[in-house]
């Protein structure tokens, strides 16, 4: 292979592992919120 390639197939798997990152993988939620959500404070 040549160095372009590398470099390309690097590219395009970050791009792909920060899109799944972004959208797909599951949030973790915080309870930091000291009230429930029936509440005016959020």
Request: charge should be positive.
């Amino acid at each position: 292979m040549m160095i372009q390639q590398i470099l390309v197939y690097l590219s395009l798997a970050i791009a792909v592992g920060f899109l799944v990152r972004k959208f797909f993988w599951k949030k973790r939620k915080k309870k930091s919120k000291p009230c429930n959500d029936d509440c005016a404070c959020h």
